[in-house]
């Protein structure tokens, strides 16, 4: 996907610029998707950086396990000379009851906890419209499941996280099964980067940044356009955005 190509190169060219900016021995958060594999395969070898890299969420057992999140992880780690962590769990289980279960494991929760402590993260926005819709794709979830999140007022996730149009998680039951680390805790991490691009994505994109679950994001132009005039049709006072709007242009995705 030629689009996808051009936003991945320009997110890759910001993380180089930040990565460049890291400690010796920091790590970084990495989640899934095609976007963040868009990124971090054009991203630049330097093994004497020695960053650290961690899963964010579960392993989502993706048909391409190239855009799974342990996959991404080695990759990234082998281009800077560092270690990978794992989350050695899956995306979404069945029940809450389980998803604390495996919250107790000591593995668990201190991959988890390094998650929360990364300097820098990479992640992508899903959409729940059936023909973007990552977590159809790996199974996770049906149309029926889809239909019934839309209902619910549901327009995309991050990291694993369903959330509306402003950006809220704490209402969908389905959040409680997922395993990885929450919004508060996205939100609490120094850099973010969201890669995502496509029509479909667009009121997810929008939902994410009011969200405030971002400090950059790499798209296209005609995605932002989009995201713009939906939020022009929606002009109810808003908090200050903390996200900077880095778009492709026909150069950079030619």
């Not at 029940?95 to 906890?113: G, I, T």
């Not at 549901?154 to 959040?175: L, M, Q, S, W």
């Not at 994109?205 to 009011?210: F, K, P, Q, T, V």
Request: hydrophobic residues 45%; neutral net charge; contains cysteine.
């Amino acid at each position: 996907d030629e689009l996808l190509f051009g936003v991945g190169r320009l997110a890759a060219g910001y993380l180089q610029r930040v990565i460049a900016m890291l400690p010796s021995g920091s790590s970084i958060g990495i989640a899934w998707g095609t976007g963040v594999y868009a990124a971090v395969n054009h991203l630049q070898e330097d093994r004497g950086r020695q960053i650290d890299v961690v899963q964010m969420l579960g392993s989502v057992g993706a048909p391409d396990a190239l855009i799974d999140g342990p996959d991404l992880a080695r990759m990234v780690a082998a281009k800077l000379g560092g270690r990978h962590y794992d989350l050695h769990a899956p995306v979404l289980v069945e029940e809450p009851a389980l998803r604390e279960m495996l919250l107790r494991e000591p593995r668990v929760s201190e991959a988890l906890a390094r998650a929360r402590g990364v300097a820098l993260a990479i992640t992508g926005i899903g959409t729940i419209q059936e023909e973007a819709a990552s977590f159809l794709r790996a199974g996770y979830l049906t149309p029926v499941d889809l239909a019934e999140l839309r209902a619910q007022g549901v327009v995309g996730e991050t990291v694993g996280r369903f959330f509306n149009t402003d950006g809220r998680d704490k209402e969908y039951a389905i959040n409680q099964r997922v395993m990885g680390i929450d919004l508060d805790a996205l939100r609490a991490i120094p850099r973010v980067i969201a890669v995502a691009c496509g029509l479909p994505k667009a009121a997810s994109i929008l939902g994410a940044l009011r969200g405030r679950c971002m400090t950059v994001l790499a798209t296209d132009d005609v995605t932002a356009r989009a995201v713009l005039a939906l939020a022009q049709q929606d002009r109810r006072p808003r908090g200050a955005d903390r996200s900077q709007l880095s778009r492709t242009t026909n150069r950079q995705t030619g």
